[in-house]
Structure formats: C-alpha cells, structure tokens
C-alpha cells in the first residue's frame, strides 16, 4: 500500500533519539525551518513521482541551505540520475554513471552509509559529470536511499557550489537527524516511483485487453489512411465536435477512440453510445440520467453518459438514427454544455467533448425532415470521412495478419498463415462489410480450416470468389431479383457446401444479428419470424452477445 512503509517511520522523524532541544544548544540546527514537520506532509500527499521527487529534492536544499542537488537509482550496469536541481541541471537530469566507474553516488549504494566528498581530493568523486557546468561542486553531502526493508535503491546528493564551500552544515546530530528524514522521503518516493510504474502497467494491460475484446489498434498503411490519421490527430487538439461519416464497418469507432487518446482529454473517461441499438425512452435516460422518482421503477438517481463522461469524450454513434426530440435536447448540450436529467428541475454543467458518426447522408435525412439541420451544423464542425477497405487495399494484409494474431491468441492456439495467392484473393475480393465483415470472416476461417497453412482453395467455399469477381462484386449467395432460382442454387452451390444445418442456421443468425447491431427486433423482422422464435433459437444455438 502507498506510503505504509513511510508512515511507520514517522515516530522517528517526530522524536529523534536525540532531543532538538540539545541539537539547538550545540548550534546544529542552526539551518533547520522552524516548521519541519510540514515536510512530513508534503510527502504523505503527493504520488506523483517527477512533482515527488522536486519537492524531496527542494526540502533538502532548503534544510542545507545549497542550491544544487541530484536524485540517483540503482539500474542494471550503473547509476541514473531521476531528479536534478541547480544551475544548468539538464544536463545531469537523466545521466547514466557505469557502475564499473568510481564515483561517490556508487559508493553511497553500495556500501549503504552516508559520506562526504571533497571534489578534486576525493578519489570516488566523478569530475567527467561536471565537466560541461560552469559551476563546480565544492563539497558533497551524499545519502542513502532506503526501502521499507533495508536494501539500498538509490542516493540523494547535496552539492556545496559555493566559494568557500562551507554553506554544508556536516554536524554530526544535524546529519543524523537529515538521514531520518531523508529515510522518510526515500520510502515515499519509492512508493511513488512503484505507485506510477503500475498505473502504467494497468494503463497498457487495459489497452491488451481492449484490443482482445475486439477494440484494437488503428492499423493501416495505405495513403488514403494516413491522411484519415492526419486530420484525426489535427483534430485531437482541439475540443470542438466532430463527426465521422462513412460506409457501416469502416472503424468509425476506433478512429474515435484514437483521437481521444491523442487529445488532452486522454485521461478521462470515452464512453461510446449506439442511437439505434436501444429504444429511444431508454436512450434518453442513458445519455442524460433520471432522477428517483422520474419514473415507475426509477428507485434511485441515475448519471447519464453526458454527466459520466465529464471532462472526457462522448463518442455518438448513428447519430443519424437519434429521434427528433432528443436531437432537441443535444442542442442544448453543444450550445450551453448543460444538461437536465428526467424528472430534475436543476440543469447540469458538464464538460464532454462530442464524436458522433452516421453511415446515412443527413444533408438528405435533412431533406426528408428526419434530421434537425441545426444540430447538423452544431455536430459537423470537423467532418472526417472515412474510406471504405475496398479503397484502402493496401490495408488488408495488415489486418488480416492482426485479427489472425488476435483471435488465435483468444483461441489459445498457435496462429495460421494464410497462403500467398490466398492473400492476393482476399486483397481484390471488395469487402462490402468493410473491416467488420473482414474481421468476422478471419473468425470464420480460424475455426472450419484444421491445416496450419491456410489455402486459396480452403477459402472458396467460405467466400465465392469466382462468383464474385463474375458478377462484379454479389456477395456470396446473393441473386439479383427475378434470377431464376436453379441459377442461384447453382451460384450458391460451392457456399452451401461442408455446412451442416446447425452451422448454416448458426451463421445466418449471426449475420442478421451483427448487420443489426444486435438489435433482436430488427434481426427478427428481417429473418420473417416474430421476436420469441428468433430469441428461442438463437438460445438453443448457444448465441448470446
């Protein structure tokens, strides 16, 4: 736990083996603050490492009334230098000393005990460090670091730059009771500096697990991309709403959570809402809260997205699905930045930067009279628009190889290899369900091929290739209307071929479920069953989202 370690030592900070009363007498502390104590309290408040280490630093000059000083820690090889204060102290600031080379740094690690050098007289004392500072040390003042259990992690110096280098008050009581303190400081900091190695581990394990759950990393090489990155990472500087357009599966999300991780909101929440995947008195409460009582079963007040998200990202999608009256409401929230939860009386500041993306052309939609042309211009202030794969061929490679990678991984296998004339096929084959229809293909693929080595051959009877360079682009088993049917058995006969009923029924399920957004009404209606004989049979087949 955080500064457990440094809190058990504060009795000794407190009550010194020695009385201050006798250390004043003899004139030792003759440089310490009347109010010492307090250092105590900054270290106890702060787990920032690099703010930590300023002020840990700060305290101790002060108490010695010096103005240089460094903060080293033991690494494999030698002695880096975390922290450094004084004139021209950039250029100590993350210097490496070899542990093969004398220095006074070393010394204190490695023997665990104080000391004082003279430069110049000191044999330990490494001159090539001060080589470039105008500045020259006169005397050192060198202390261990501890952690909680005795071992030495680092050094703490206290340079004497002055002409006469007698600033250092080296009485013996006064350094003992300053190795106390420096014993408090050193656990807090090692505390911090582990404190912050784990944030950043839980920071990079979420991002592992994001991307297995199906999030991923923005991949893409071709030029069409890089210019998509371009204008998202000009726009992560900004705060001001975006909104992205392009065809369903083109990763309008994931460009999204992108220029949120490059913005300055990065640190704050993203949350990510589908207009069309909830009915619309439950989107409502979702993106503005209710409050107890707005409603039968509402027991207890609820946040909304807009007020969870505070000081982060809100990323819309199919904003263009959104009813009319709620896109009302989001007026307010662009043009004021407050919002009002069902059954409040008090409006809500809230600061969210806004993503919203639509597959539909709402200048039309506008047309139509489905979508407000004022919120239009309120949510397109920086319009990107996303290429299909089918214009970013360079781009299928890289993706094939990551979903395989990715899935196989979720899979606990070994990953296959996909053939090059199998590669070639699936780079021309025009992906009109962009990378999500890629992506569930590589799934597919993963489970119905054994051989390690994945063949153009394997890959016919799962994506009809020849129909589809043929017919100029049908996807597999789709007839154009008033074909005759024994045509399309024919057509879908290399489809249809290695599927049991099950695994047929299974896929189609899928297929409805994600062109629907899992949306079960919607899937049922296209499927031409009613609700309870879809969700029936997608239990009996074992599918849940």
């Known amino acids: 736990m955080p500064f457990e370690g440094a809190l058990s030592l504060v009795p000794l900070f407190l009550f010194p083996y020695q009385a201050p009363q006798k250390l004043f007498a003899h004139g030792g502390l003759k440089n310490m603050p009347r109010r010492p104590f307090d250092f105590c309290k900054v270290l106890s408040e702060e787990l920032d490492p690099e703010k930590l280490q300023k002020k840990f630093l700060g305290a101790l000059l002060d108490l010695q009334n010096v103005e240089r000083g ?29 542990a093969s080379h004398p220095s006074i740094v070393g010394w204190v690690i490695e023997n ?151 913005s300055g909101r990065s640190e704050k929440p993203f949350f990510v809402q589908n207009c069309s995947a909830i009915p619309e008195t439950l989107l409502e409460s979702e993106l503005f809260g209710y409050r107890k009582g707005a409603f039968t079963g509402a027991l207890k007040d609820k946040a909304g997205l807009f007020e969870a998200a505070d000081g982060g990202t809100l990323f819309l999608d199919e904003i263009g699905d959104m009813p009319s009256h709620l896109q009302a409401r989001m007026l307010r929230v662009l043009q004021d930045g407050e919002i009002k939860p069902l059954g409040g009386t008090k409006a809500t500041k809230v600061d969210v930067r806004i993503i919203s993306a639509t597959n539909k052309d709402l200048r039309d939609e506008i047309e139509k009279g489905h979508f407000r042309e004022d919120l239009f211009y309120r949510l397109n202030v920086l319009p990107l628009h996303l290429p299909p794969l089918r214009e970013r061929k360079e781009d299928i490679p890289l993706l094939l190889e990551h979903f395989i990678q990715r899935e196989s991984r979720k899979m606990g296998m070994p990953p296959k290899r996909l053939a090059k004339d199998a590669v070639d096929a699936l780079v021309s084959y025009p992906w009109r369900g962009n990378i999500r229809e890629l992506e569930n293909f590589v799934k597919h693929i993963l489970v119905v091929v054994r051989g390690e080595l994945i063949r153009l051959e394997e890959l016919a009877p799962h994506l009809d290739l020849d129909s589809e360079n043929q017919s100029g682009g049908l996807e597999p088993a789709q007839v154009p209307e008033g074909e005759k049917s024994g045509t399309a058995v024919r057509r879908a006969g290399s489809f249809f071929e290695g599927y049991t009923w099950t695994e047929l029924e299974r896929d189609y399920v899928l297929f409805l479920l994600e062109k629907n957004k899992w949306h079960i009404t919607r899937a049922a209606k296209e499927a031409g069953v009613n609700r309870s004989t879809f969700d029936s049979r997608m239990k009996k087949l074992g599918i849940r989202r």
């Open 70 to 98: 460094s903060i080293w820690v033991k690494e494999e090889g030698g002695y880096r230098c975390i922290e450094a204060a004084g004139l021209q102290s950039e250029q100590v600031r993350g210097l490496t000393i070899s």
């Open 112 to 262: 665990g005990k104080m000391t004082i050098g003279e430069p110049g007289k000191d044999a330990r004392h490494y001159k090539e460090v001060e080589a470039g500072l105008i500045v020259k040390s006169r005397l050192i003042l060198c202390f261990p670091l501890f952690l909680r259990n005795g071992q030495v992690y680092g050094a703490v110096q206290l340079i004497d730059t002055s002409a006469g280098g007698d600033r250092l008050n080296l009485n013996k009581d006064y350094l003992d009771l300053l190795q106390q303190i420096i014993d408090i400081g050193s656990i807090s900091l090692a505390n911090s500096l582990v404190y912050s190695e784990q944030v950043r581990e839980n920071r990079f394990l979420k991002e592992r697990l994001a991307e297995m759950r199906g999030g991923g990393p923005v991949i893409g090489r071709s030029e069409a991309f890089a210019k998509v990155l371009k204008i998202a990472g000009d726009y992560a500087r900004t705060d001001f709403p975006v909104l992205i357009t392009g065809e369903s599966g083109t990763g309008k999300e994931l460009v999204a959570n992108e220029m949120h991780r490059r």
